[in-house]
């Protein structure tokens, strides 16, 4: 049995970190894309509460940007995956994909 | 950018609030770009609607502020203290030892008056109704006797009447104190006891090992003896039932209950209660109408819920019923009734003919001040080498704050180390406590015991009492301490002065303004002690042996006694008389002179022939009694000085003179005044009457060599004629016995003047070798440029000089105000002359010099080259 580790929002917040790379992986550009990607309100805090968990775990790391002068001259905390963040978002990948084929309805072939 | 357009400045305070430090950057940033963007697209008030959700929804735990972040440190830094202080102590083993041991003095001092006290409130707590036994006792206004006009004694009737006619009470008990011979089986007990009526156990609720206590005294016949008296008589035979005689009463009692002993708690104690009919006095003044003879005591039990003001108010109407209007018409005063809880009369001291042991509460006030001023002279020992160490530490608190200490770490730090120390103390002044204890119980007299359990209020106390000690003594050094600038301790290379030097000079005048208060105090009071005892007191009280008459039957055979005991040559002279001269207690009233109705109080002698030779009482008019002269036994009277000037006569003019006693009577001679009472009370006018039959005391002047012969002598013929057990006082110890509070409070005072000298001079001897250590750099400069050993001597010792000065001007006044106040008890007391103060002033001086001096003389005895080669 293969533990996922990675709750569904977790998933979702590790992939968009993926996709806004690093540039725009900060707390309130990742919830904004959650907002437009899922159409689902989410506030900055519940966000940064778990892009801090994940970090914790040791999925993502975490570094402050420069300054910019549109937030008051105020730094962003820039979140990129790490080796073990990318392994786990892969491993949950390749489960979901092995459940989904031994899924008789829905067998699709992957190219 | 207009004010509309930023966010909300309240919920940014909020955010501010509660956010961890190291986000505060991001998360505004965050929080305001997204506020921005919102403006974009929505209204400015759903913008900062959605900023102040935003902020909400960062209240989050992992976004708040970590208050634990630094406690994790916590637990090191305590055994960081730990580690310091006990460094600390070992390093500089003189201070710790002086505050330890001042600190142990102090608490010692304190656990026993502690324990003393807790002993003094514990009397007569014992029974299940304690808080509802209560006392009669009255006021007789005008009729002062031995200095007081109040009077534990009340008529026999009251008791019943009360039972009747007051609601507030449900039981009430006569009592009277009793001791005489139990005899059964040709066998005799000398015991004293109660004799009561048939409610006492329903007053005193005692537990009875055997019988019932509603029954046991119904019969006039019965008795009820405590277990340890049964024991002694009876062995392990069943006593229940056995009867024996009890003093020179017809027939025989019956013992009907047996109950515990009484508990060391207990104020007037007995080993056996027999029914107050034993005597036929009690049942003919159950007859008499009226009430004027007062020789029970009353005592009663109080409805729950009933109030002693309610009851006090019906004595009057009982008073105004039952007395006839002619009972108290020859004497000028008026009688009123009072209840006192028996809790509350233990106390109560003052009161004439009281019963059962009391307690003092000026002593018992006394004795808590000087305890409390000695472990306060003990706090600031503590208080003023800490301020002087502090010098030394001033290094460690700068380089601590530079590190990163908070000032309320640091007041923790020295709190707890003065808390520590203070624990430890108390755990050498337990022990030192149980060691001594014994002592004291002999001194005040009182079998207290080391039990701290006993009360649960007891160890709760001592616990806050060190708390209170430890932060009172650490209080100042930790303030004083924590303030200091980090910059000032570590960039002078000198020592720098900590402030606080003016509270230390206060707290040493403190410390010997309060010695030499305790010094006076004890002067005075050895003073007035020796004063008593060496006073020329009228009569001689030196080798007198006094006999208590026990055997009544004795009074018949005095002549006989008084042959015999004349057969020896030791024997000078006997006589018998009613009361010892030391303390005459009995008075009447007498009437000046036929014409002149005026009513005088006047003390009461009776004595027999010979009463001045052993007594060594001087007759300085007229003659003394004569066994030929039939009127002596009948009218004549010899009075003293003071009788007679209060009847308007010198001593010459008195003899022939009549006054009105009982009829007409003569004066045919004048004694010299001499101490009938204490020295607490003026002497009072007296009157001695020629009458043998009123004998409770028989006394013997012997002469001063081969007193155990004599003794013997005195012994075998008493023997010859009394099956009673033979016992014998010294006049001497019996005069001594009247000033047995003053012995123990000198004793007391002494004891506390001790320790607190010890505790002021072993703080001033370490605070001496402080300063001379401070000084031994400029010592040695002195040393160089020629100064002398006197005057580097000199030099250290004259600032301790001043503050004993300055001690001494305030004490004296203190001193003396409340020394003056004390000896006011007194009728014949000591002036409080000059040289007491100055014996205190001097030993103050004395015991300032040796603690300084050692330290001076080491400090100037120093080679300058050891002090002045290494910098």
Same mark, same amino acid.
């Given at each position: 049995m293969i533990e996922t580790r990675l709750g569904e929002f977790e998933e979702v917040l590790l992939l968009l970190v993926g996709i806004l790379g690093e540039d725009d992986?900060?707390?309130?550009?990742?919830?904004?894309?959650?907002?437009?990607?899922?159409?689902?309100?989410?506030?900055?805090?519940?966000?940064?509460?778990?892009?801090?968990?994940?970090?914790?775990?040791?999925?993502?790391?975490?570094?402050m940007g420069k300054a910019t002068a549109a937030r008051g001259g105020r730094r962003k905390r820039i979140f990129t995956i790490t080796a073990i963040g990318k392994r786990v978002l892969k491993d949950s990948r390749d489960f979901k994909v092995s459940l989904w084929q031994q899924y008789p309805a829905f067998k699709v072939n992957f190219v | 950018m207009d004010e509309l357009n930023k966010p909300p400045v309240w919920a940014n305070k909020l955010l501010r609030a509660f956010l961890r430090e190291d986000l505060a950057e991001e998360v505004q940033g965050d929080l305001e770009e997204k506020f921005y963007s919102d403006l974009r697209t929505k209204s400015s008030s759903r913008a900062k609607l959605s900023?102040?959700?935003?902020?909400?929804?960062?209240?989050?735990?992992?976004a708040f502020r970590k208050r634990s972040n630094t406690h994790l440190n916590q637990y090191d830094m305590f055994q960081n203290y730990f580690k310091i202080a006990s460094r600390n102590l070992l390093k500089q083993k003189l201070y710790s030892g002086i505050n330890i041991a001042g600190l142990t003095l102090g608490l010692t001092c304190f656990m026993i008056i502690l324990l003393y006290v807790q002993h003094e409130?514990?009397?007569?707590?014992?029974? /299940?109704?304690?808080?509802?036994?209560?006392?009669?006792?009255?006021?007789?206004?005008?009729?002062?006797?031995?200095?007081?006009?109040?009077?534990?004694v009340t008529p026999a009737q009251l008791a019943r009447v009360m039972m009747e006619e007051c609601p507030e009470v449900t039981h009430a008990t006569t009592v009277q104190r009793t001791s005489g011979l139990l005899t059964i089986d040709g066998r005799s007990f000398w015991q004293e006891g109660i004799a009561a009526d048939a409610e006492f156990f329903n007053v005193?609720?005692?537990?009875?090992?055997?019988?019932?206590?509603?029954?046991?005294?119904?019969?006039?016949?019965?008795?009820?003896?405590?277990?340890?008296?049964?024991?002694?008589?009876?062995?392990?035979?069943?006593?229940?039932?056995?009867?024996?005689?009890?003093?020179?009463?017809? @027939?025989?009692?019956?013992?009907?209950?047996i109950i515990p002993d009484q508990p060391?708690?207990?104020?007037?104690?007995?080993?056996?209660?027999?029914?107050?009919?034993?005597?036929?006095?009690?049942?003919?003044?159950?007859?008499?109408?009226?009430?004027?003879?007062?020789?029970?005591?009353?005592?009663?039990?109080?409805?729950?819920? @009933?109030?002693?003001?309610?009851?006090?108010?019906?004595?009057?109407?009982?008073?105004?019923?039952?007395?006839?209007?002619?009972?108290?018409?020859?004497?000028?005063?008026?009688?009123?009734?009072?209840?006192?809880?028996?809790?509350d009369s233990y106390f109560q001291t003052g009161v004439n003919f009281d019963i059962g042991q009391k307690g003092n509460l000026k002593v018992i006030y006394a004795y808590v001040a000087v305890a409390l001023i000695v472990l306060l002279l003990a706090c600031v020992n503590y208080m003023n080498l800490a301020v002087a160490r502090s010098i030394k530490r001033a290094r460690e608190v700068g380089l601590r704050k530079v590190v990163g200490a908070m000032r309320r770490q640091l007041i923790t730090q020295f709190l707890g180390e003065s808390v520590l120390i203070a624990l430890f103390s108390?755990?050498?002044?337990?022990?030192?406590?149980?060691?001594?204890?014994?002592?004291? @119980?002999?001194?005040?007299?009182? /079998?207290?015991?080391?039990?701290?359990?006993?009360?649960?209020?007891?160890? /709760?106390?001592l616990l806050a009492l060190v708390l209170v000690v430890g932060l009172l003594s650490g209080s100042y050094p930790a303030l004083a301490m924590s303030s200091l600038k980090p910059v000032d301790v570590l960039k002078t290379k000198t020592d720098i002065k900590v402030s606080g030097f003016s509270l230390q000079q206060f707290l040493i005048v403190f410390q010997f303004v309060a010695s030499i208060v305790l010094i006076i105090s004890s002067v005075v009071i050895y003073r007035q002690l020796d004063f008593m005892k060496s006073k020329e007191l009228g009569y001689d009280k030196e080798n007198v042996v006094t006999l208590w008459l026990k055997d009544r039957s004795l009074r018949e055979k005095y002549q006989t006694l008084e042959t015999q005991w004349q057969e020896h040559p030791g024997v000078i002279a006997t006589t018998i008389t009613s009361s010892l001269p030391a303390e005459i207690?009995?008075?009447?009233? !007498?009437?000046?002179?036929?014409?002149?109705?005026?009513?005088?109080? !006047?003390?009461?002698?009776?004595?027999?022939?010979?009463?001045?030779?052993?007594?060594?009482?001087?007759?300085?008019?007229?003659r003394n009694f004569s066994r030929d002269i039939k009127s002596d036994e009948v009218d004549n009277f010899i009075i003293n000085e003071t009788a007679a000037r209060a009847l308007g006569w010198t001593a010459e003019e008195a003899i022939g003179k009549q006054f009105e006693y009982q009829g007409q009577s003569t004066i045919i001679g004048v004694v010299k005044d001499f101490h009938m009472l204490s020295m607490h009370l003026p002497i009072q006018p007296l009157m001695i009457r020629f009458s043998?039959?009123?004998?409770?005391?028989?006394?013997?002047?012997?002469?001063?060599?081969?007193?155990?012969?004599?003794?013997?002598?005195?012994?075998t013929v008493f023997k010859k004629n009394s099956t009673y057990p033979f016992e014998y006082q010294f006049l001497s110890d019996e005069y001594n016995k009247l000033y047995n509070s003053e012995l123990k409070l000198g004793e007391v005072f002494g004891f506390f003047t001790i320790t607190s000298i010890v505790i002021a001079s072993l703080g001033l001897f370490g605070l001496a070798a402080f300063t001379a250590g401070q000084r031994t750099k400029e010592i040695g400069i002195r040393k160089v440029l020629g100064a002398s050993m006197q005057q580097v001597v000199f030099i250290l010792s004259k600032s301790f000089a001043w503050r004993v000065l300055v001690a001494f001007i305030l004490a004296a006044p203190i001193g003396w105000y409340t020394m003056n106040m004390w000896l006011q008890d007194f009728a014949y007391r000591i002036d409080m002359s000059w040289w007491i103060f100055a014996l205190a002033g001097l030993s103050a001086f004395l015991m300032a010099g040796i603690s300084i001096g050692y330290q001076s003389l080491k400090a100037s005895l120093t080679n300058p080259v050891d002090s002045l080669r290494s910098e």
């Amino acid at each position: 049995m293969i533990e996922t580790r990675l709750g569904e929002f977790e998933e979702v917040l590790l992939l968009l970190v993926g996709i806004l790379g690093e540039d725009d992986a900060y707390a309130f550009r990742i919830a904004e894309e959650f907002e437009k990607q899922t159409g689902r309100a989410v506030s900055i805090g519940a966000v940064h509460s778990t892009l801090d968990r994940l970090e914790g775990k040791g999925f993502l790391k975490s570094e402050m940007g420069k300054a910019t002068a549109a937030r008051g001259g105020r730094r962003k905390r820039i979140f990129t995956i790490t080796a073990i963040g990318k392994r786990v978002l892969k491993d949950s990948r390749d489960f979901k994909v092995s459940l989904w084929q031994q899924y008789p309805a829905f067998k699709v072939n992957f190219v | 950018m207009d004010e509309l357009n930023k966010p909300p400045v309240w919920a940014n305070k909020l955010l501010r609030a509660f956010l961890r430090e190291d986000l505060a950057e991001e998360v505004q940033g965050d929080l305001e770009e997204k506020f921005y963007s919102d403006l974009r697209t929505k209204s400015s008030s759903r913008a900062k609607l959605s900023y102040a959700f935003q902020v909400f929804n960062y209240m989050r735990p992992f976004a708040f502020r970590k208050r634990s972040n630094t406690h994790l440190n916590q637990y090191d830094m305590f055994q960081n203290y730990f580690k310091i202080a006990s460094r600390n102590l070992l390093k500089q083993k003189l201070y710790s030892g002086i505050n330890i041991a001042g600190l142990t003095l102090g608490l010692t001092c304190f656990m026993i008056i502690l324990l003393y006290v807790q002993h003094e409130f514990s009397y007569d707590r014992f029974y /299940p109704n304690t808080e509802r036994i209560y006392r009669v006792y009255q006021k007789q206004a005008g009729n002062v006797f031995m200095g007081t006009d109040f009077f534990a004694v009340t008529p026999a009737q009251l008791a019943r009447v009360m039972m009747e006619e007051c609601p507030e009470v449900t039981h009430a008990t006569t009592v009277q104190r009793t001791s005489g011979l139990l005899t059964i089986d040709g066998r005799s007990f000398w015991q004293e006891g109660i004799a009561a009526d048939a409610e006492f156990f329903n007053v005193f609720r005692i537990p009875f090992n055997e019988g019932n206590p509603q029954t046991v005294l119904t019969d006039g016949r019965s008795i009820v003896l405590t277990q340890s008296l049964a024991q002694t008589i009876f062995g392990n035979q069943d006593p229940i039932g056995k009867a024996f005689r009890y003093q020179d009463g017809e @027939g025989d009692f019956t013992v009907t209950g047996i109950i515990p002993d009484q508990p060391a708690s207990a104020s007037f104690k007995y080993s056996f209660v027999i029914q107050l009919l034993y005597s036929n006095g009690y049942a003919e003044e159950m007859k008499r109408t009226g009430w004027s003879n007062n020789s029970y005591y009353t005592f009663f039990e109080l409805k729950e819920g @009933g109030t002693i003001s309610a009851l006090e108010k019906n004595f009057a109407a009982l008073l105004k019923k039952y007395q006839l209007p002619d009972d108290y018409s020859e004497y000028p005063f008026k009688d009123q009734y009072f209840a006192q809880s028996l809790t509350d009369s233990y106390f109560q001291t003052g009161v004439n003919f009281d019963i059962g042991q009391k307690g003092n509460l000026k002593v018992i006030y006394a004795y808590v001040a000087v305890a409390l001023i000695v472990l306060l002279l003990a706090c600031v020992n503590y208080m003023n080498l800490a301020v002087a160490r502090s010098i030394k530490r001033a290094r460690e608190v700068g380089l601590r704050k530079v590190v990163g200490a908070m000032r309320r770490q640091l007041i923790t730090q020295f709190l707890g180390e003065s808390v520590l120390i203070a624990l430890f103390s108390l755990l050498l002044a337990t022990g030192l406590t149980y060691s001594v204890l014994p002592y004291f @119980g002999r001194i005040v007299e009182r /079998p207290i015991e080391f039990n701290l359990l006993a009360n649960p209020m007891v160890l /709760p106390a001592l616990l806050a009492l060190v708390l209170v000690v430890g932060l009172l003594s650490g209080s100042y050094p930790a303030l004083a301490m924590s303030s200091l600038k980090p910059v000032d301790v570590l960039k002078t290379k000198t020592d720098i002065k900590v402030s606080g030097f003016s509270l230390q000079q206060f707290l040493i005048v403190f410390q010997f303004v309060a010695s030499i208060v305790l010094i006076i105090s004890s002067v005075v009071i050895y003073r007035q002690l020796d004063f008593m005892k060496s006073k020329e007191l009228g009569y001689d009280k030196e080798n007198v042996v006094t006999l208590w008459l026990k055997d009544r039957s004795l009074r018949e055979k005095y002549q006989t006694l008084e042959t015999q005991w004349q057969e020896h040559p030791g024997v000078i002279a006997t006589t018998i008389t009613s009361s010892l001269p030391a303390e005459i207690s009995s008075s009447t009233m !007498i009437k000046k002179n036929a014409d002149n109705k005026e009513d005088m109080a !006047i003390y009461q002698w009776s004595v027999g022939l010979d009463f001045t030779e052993v007594f060594g009482i001087e007759l300085v008019a007229g003659r003394n009694f004569s066994r030929d002269i039939k009127s002596d036994e009948v009218d004549n009277f010899i009075i003293n000085e003071t009788a007679a000037r209060a009847l308007g006569w010198t001593a010459e003019e008195a003899i022939g003179k009549q006054f009105e006693y009982q009829g007409q009577s003569t004066i045919i001679g004048v004694v010299k005044d001499f101490h009938m009472l204490s020295m607490h009370l003026p002497i009072q006018p007296l009157m001695i009457r020629f009458s043998e039959y009123r004998g409770r005391f028989l006394a013997l002047k012997i002469e001063s060599d081969n007193i155990p012969q004599t003794l013997s002598h005195i012994e075998t013929v008493f023997k010859k004629n009394s099956t009673y057990p033979f016992e014998y006082q010294f006049l001497s110890d019996e005069y001594n016995k009247l000033y047995n509070s003053e012995l123990k409070l000198g004793e007391v005072f002494g004891f506390f003047t001790i320790t607190s000298i010890v505790i002021a001079s072993l703080g001033l001897f370490g605070l001496a070798a402080f300063t001379a250590g401070q000084r031994t750099k400029e010592i040695g400069i002195r040393k160089v440029l020629g100064a002398s050993m006197q005057q580097v001597v000199f030099i250290l010792s004259k600032s301790f000089a001043w503050r004993v000065l300055v001690a001494f001007i305030l004490a004296a006044p203190i001193g003396w105000y409340t020394m003056n106040m004390w000896l006011q008890d007194f009728a014949y007391r000591i002036d409080m002359s000059w040289w007491i103060f100055a014996l205190a002033g001097l030993s103050a001086f004395l015991m300032a010099g040796i603690s300084i001096g050692y330290q001076s003389l080491k400090a100037s005895l120093t080679n300058p080259v050891d002090s002045l080669r290494s910098e």
